[in-house]
């Protein structure tokens, strides 16, 4: 289990697009998301709403699918 804080300048989304689509961004650095996200959600007053994140952005790597080591790893 990994346990992720949202930072109060965390931007909140109330979509949930496609990792790649151009709308994809990542809730930390707003930058496009184009590989793996790891998504969180929370009550909004809006609705749901959606956080997404780059891996380097909460400090993971993703390892290698072959790999024996799992899917996450923190740095």
């Not at 346990?3 to 990792?19: E, G, K, N």
């Not at 994809?24 to 184009?34: E, P």
């Amino acid at each position: 289990m990994m346990i992720l804080t949202i930072r109060l300048t965390d931007t909140a989304f109330l979509d949930s697009p496609d990792v790649g689509d151009e709308e994809c961004l990542c809730s930390r650095c707003g930058t496009r998301i184009s590989d793996v996200a790891i998504r969180a959600w929370s009550a909004h007053e809006a609705g749901e709403a959606e956080y997404r994140y780059h891996p380097r952005c909460l400090g993971v790597e993703v390892a290698d699918a072959d790999s024996d080591d799992g899917p996450v790893e923190a740095l």
